[in-house]
């Protein structure tokens, strides 16, 4: 049972740009959520990251929305570069566990 | 860079052999966790290990196993290889068990033949 799931699959945005990566969780234990970034031949990279207890948060050009009634959450990158080209995954854990559940990832290409 | 390391980086196997991957954790970071990742898809958790004992099991078989040494490094065996164990296998080290942050490593490419 996928228990996060994130959309789109896919994702080409011009530079300066804005990109937006959704999810969706279904369980409501789940009380951290964070973004990583992977590279090709890297292993995922911490981006940033959200409890419930806020709607937003920002991190130089990355924001993470929160919206715990609808159990979503984005990521926007801002001013998109050419170098943020990456796969991008979602996850979600109960605080305390460590055990992440990840999405199925987007693949981001930012054109120049 | 996370100061998570991981070895080898890539690794060649026949179906049925047995496989042992390694990692090495932040200092001070007591648990640690290990994932699978299939080509195109996000990582899945396999195991966590605190201060040297199982902390917690993914939907993976008994014959993925691990250990967890004081000196933060740990170890991933696989016995029975089989096509689909073929992945990348992470690491990633977080501090107490109750840290939710958790710094992965490179990664281990594993091919089973």
């Known amino acids: 049972q996928q228990q996060v799931k994130q959309s789109p699959q896919s994702l080409i945005v011009q530079k300066g740009g804005i990109s937006i990566i959704n999810c969706a969780y279904e369980?409501?234990?789940?009380?951290?959520f964070p973004w990583y970034q992977q590279f090709p031949g890297k292993g995922p990279a911490l981006l940033i990251a959200?409890?419930?207890?806020?709607s937003e948060k920002k991190e130089g050009r990355f924001t993470i929305s929160f919206n715990k009634s609808a159990k979503q959450f984005s990521l926007h990158i801002m001013d998109s570069q050419p170098g943020d080209s990456a796969t991008y995954f979602c996850?979600?854990?109960?605080?305390?566990?460590?055990?992440?559940?990840f999405g199925t990832g987007t693949r981001l290409l930012v054109s120049p | 860079e996370t100061g998570v390391t991981q070895s080898p980086t890539h690794l060649i196997k026949t179906r049925g052999q047995q496989v042992t991957l390694r990692c090495s954790s932040q200092?001070?970071?007591?648990?640690v966790s290990w994932y699978q990742q299939a080509l195109g898809q996000g990582p899945q958790f396999i195991f966590q290990?605190?201060?040297?004992?199982?902390?917690g099991r993914g939907n993976f078989p008994p014959r993925f196993s691990g250990l967890q040494f004081p000196n933060y490094s740990s170890e991933l065996n696989v016995n029975a290889l089989e096509l689909d164990d073929s992945a990348l296998y992470l690491c990633?080290?977080?501090?107490?068990?109750?840290?939710?942050?958790?710094?992965f490593g490179p990664g281990t490419r594993l091919t089973v033949l």
């Open positions: 990633a080290s977080g501090g107490t068990a109750s840290t939710d942050t958790q710094y």
């Open positions: 369980n409501t234990a789940f009380d951290y």
């Open positions: 959200i409890r419930p207890d806020v």
């Open positions: 996850a979600a854990s109960k605080s305390g566990f460590q055990k992440l559940v």
């Open positions: 200092s001070g970071h007591n648990t």
């Open positions: 290990y605190y201060r040297e004992e199982e902390n």
